[in-house]
């Protein structure tokens, strides 16, 4: 199941202006600008649209875009699962995305994640846990893990620095502590924003980030601290999001990322979420719809050097 997808919500809208980047909307779809360097031309940003609902004139993209001096809009991971059977509805939109756009080089979003039917009572939610995800639930709330949902300028502040040494640790990019802070901010503001933290005798050990949007619980961002794991604070952390999505009023959990390769380095964190008895979904291949094709295949052929040698730099820093 896929609905409207928080980042084209008009409530990231407004986060986004308030980081600079200001979203250009047509008809039920936006974009964000973001400059090519050197040059007076910018890459149209188009994250998770759910074409099935959001309707839009490719023609008024088109000359907006132009406008915007955009040369391309990347549909990012569209909110559209990819099917596994013979979806009229899907197949329709696959043979038109086909036909105007062409497939992007490189997604920025997960092209797979683990969605997690919440709409079941919290007795039938933890019979299908995996048995020893069960087992660790219980035990860190045995330990005396505490859960705390805080949205203070103290708990953004231990967020920020667990987040920071969790992408040291695993080898990624965090964003700045003025993104967790602003984004907090305003989707709080709206009621769609929370955090959730684990503490043990007062010592914070991980921190989830929860979004909520219509039916939908999102889990973007994450982290926690390599000491004390045998007291299994992420387990219990996770088993309070979900009770936390059901006090909302959600149906679903979005889990925001997963790998579909058990060989890959993510699989352990996949592995993770499948253990609450989600569902590893894919979703349709990002297009580029593009505006300037004069500019767009070298751009795209610069672009990927940029992150061959960004993911060598990530490595090194393992």
Request: charged fraction near 25%.
């Given at each position: 199941?896929?609905?409207?997808h928080?980042?084209?919500?008009?409530?990231?809208?407004?986060f986004?202006?308030?980081?600079?980047t200001?979203?250009?909307?047509?008809?039920?779809?936006?974009f964000?600008?973001?400059?090519?360097p050197?040059?007076?031309?910018?890459?149209?940003?188009?994250p998770?649209?759910?074409?099935?609902?959001?309707?839009?004139?490719?023609?008024?993209?088109?000359?907006?875009?132009?406008?915007?001096?955009?040369?391309?809009?990347?549909?990012?991971?569209?909110?559209?699962?990819?099917?596994?059977?013979?979806n009229?509805?899907?197949?329709?939109?696959?043979?038109?995305?086909?036909?105007?756009?062409?497939?992007?080089?490189?997604?920025?979003?997960?092209?797979?994640?683990?969605?997690?039917?919440?709409?079941?009572?919290?007795?039938?939610?933890?019979?299908?846990?995996?048995?020893?995800?069960?087992?660790?639930?219980?035990?860190?709330?045995?330990?005396?893990?505490?859960?705390?949902?805080?949205?203070?300028?103290?708990?953004?502040?231990?967020?920020?620095?667990?987040?920071?040494?969790?992408?040291?640790?695993?080898?990624?990019?965090?964003?700045?502590?003025?993104?967790?802070?602003?984004?907090?901010?305003?989707?709080s503001?709206?009621?769609?924003?929370?955090?959730?933290?684990a503490?043990?005798?007062?010592?914070?050990?991980?921190?989830?980030?929860?979004?909520?949007?219509?039916?939908?619980?999102?889990?973007?961002?994450?982290?926690?601290?390599?000491?004390?794991?045998?007291?299994?604070?992420?387990?219990?952390?996770?088993?309070?999001?979900?009770?936390?999505g059901?006090?909302?009023g959600?149906?679903q959990?979005?889990?925001?990322?997963?790998?579909?390769?058990?060989?890959?380095?993510?699989?352990g964190?996949?592995?993770?979420?499948?253990?609450?008895?989600?569902?590893?979904?894919?979703?349709?291949?990002?297009y580029?719809?593009?505006?300037?094709?004069?500019?767009y295949?070298?751009?795209?052929?610069?672009?990927?050097?940029?992150?061959?040698?960004?993911?060598?730099?990530?490595?090194l820093?393992?």
């Amino acid at each position: 199941m896929t609905d409207i997808h928080i980042v084209q919500s008009p409530e990231w809208g407004e986060f986004k202006a308030q980081m600079g980047t200001s979203p250009v909307r047509v008809g039920d779809i936006q974009f964000t600008k973001h400059p090519i360097p050197f040059t007076p031309f910018y890459i149209g940003y188009a994250p998770k649209v759910n074409f099935l609902i959001q309707k839009f004139s490719w023609t008024e993209l088109k000359a907006v875009a132009k406008a915007e001096k955009c040369i391309l809009i990347r549909f990012d991971v569209p909110n559209v699962l990819k099917p596994t059977y013979e979806n009229q509805h899907v197949q329709k939109l696959l043979i038109d995305l086909r036909k105007r756009c062409k497939k992007s080089p490189k997604s920025t979003f997960p092209k797979h994640t683990v969605m997690m039917d919440i709409s079941k009572t919290e007795d039938e939610l933890i019979s299908q846990m995996d048995q020893k995800t069960r087992y660790n639930v219980r035990l860190g709330a045995r330990q005396g893990i505490e859960v705390r949902l805080e949205n203070n300028e103290e708990a953004i502040n231990i967020f920020s620095n667990l987040m920071n040494e969790t992408a040291k640790r695993q080898g990624f990019l965090a964003h700045s502590k003025r993104y967790y802070e602003k984004v907090l901010e305003v989707l709080s503001s709206h009621n769609m924003a929370n955090l959730l933290i684990a503490y043990h005798e007062n010592k914070p050990l991980a921190a989830w980030m929860l979004f909520n949007y219509k039916n939908t619980l999102y889990y973007p961002y994450g982290a926690s601290t390599a000491d004390n794991r045998n007291l299994k604070a992420s387990n219990l952390l996770a088993w309070e999001a979900i009770k936390y999505g059901k006090r909302l009023g959600c149906t679903q959990f979005d889990m925001w990322g997963a790998k579909d390769d058990k060989s890959s380095d993510g699989w352990g964190f996949t592995k993770f979420k499948l253990s609450y008895g989600g569902e590893l979904v894919e979703f349709i291949d990002s297009y580029d719809f593009i505006i300037n094709p004069l500019i767009y295949y070298p751009f795209n052929l610069a672009y990927g050097g940029f992150w061959k040698i960004l993911k060598g730099i990530l490595r090194l820093r393992r």
